[in-house]
């Protein structure tokens, strides 16, 4: 089951506690915040994303998945339109030594624009990586299937009862 909800108090501990971060302190009902949390059946979390609008135009994400199954092609382009429909521009920031993360961020198309020393708690150093909607697969995916839905609905022509195209 995917929530679009404000983060539940468990929600929040299961993000900070993967992440390092302590989002059991932010308010997400304020319209800033973006969240989407996966959970089985039996209420167990699978997944959290948030996203804070720091600025207008750019998205900070933070995730935490600890099961991947939970994460379909549509809920990542359902996330990114969303996100997209607001924001110019998605970053995200990982620890060097987050390898999982790194993998992932690739995978989803992100691209490494630079080092932050200190860019976590002012302790822990971060790389930084964004997304322009542009560079967003999730975008482009989601637009071919918006065209063949379009495609699909158009009324076929016939002539003497053949099929020979669209309208």
């Known amino acids: 089951m995917i929530s679009f909800s404000p983060l539940e108090p468990d929600a929040a501990r299961f993000l900070s506690e993967r992440n390092g971060h302590d989002f059991t302190i932010a308010d997400f009902s304020?319209?800033?915040?973006?969240?989407?949390?996966a959970r089985k059946p039996d209420g167990t979390l699978q997944a959290v994303l948030v996203g804070e609008f720091?600025?207008?135009?750019?998205?900070h994400l933070s995730m935490a998945v600890d099961d991947i199954t939970c994460i379909s092609p549509r809920l990542?382009?359902?996330?990114f339109a969303t996100v997209f429909s607001q924001a110019r521009r998605v970053t995200v920031s990982v620890p060097p030594d987050n390898q999982r993360s790194?993998?992932?961020?690739?995978?989803?198309?992100?691209v490494y624009e630079g080092f932050l020393r200190r860019g976590f708690d002012g302790t822990?150093?971060?790389l930084i990586f964004g997304m322009l909607?542009?560079?967003?697969v999730w975008l482009e995916r989601a637009r071919r299937r918006a065209t063949r839905r379009a495609?699909?609905?158009?009324?076929?022509?016939?002539?003497?009862?053949?099929?020979?195209?669209?309208a």
Request: aromatic share 10%; proline share 6%.
């Open 76 to 79: 990542m382009m359902t996330i």
């Open 124 to 126: 822990r150093d971060a």
């Open 54 to 59: 720091k600025q207008w135009w750019n998205c």
């Open 30 to 37: 304020d319209p800033r915040w973006f969240c989407a949390t």
């Open 102 to 110: 790194l993998k992932q961020l690739h995978l989803l198309g992100f």
């Open 151 to 166: 495609k699909s609905r158009t009324p076929l022509i016939t002539i003497g009862g053949d099929r020979v195209g669209r």
């Open 133 to 136: 909607p542009e560079d967003c």
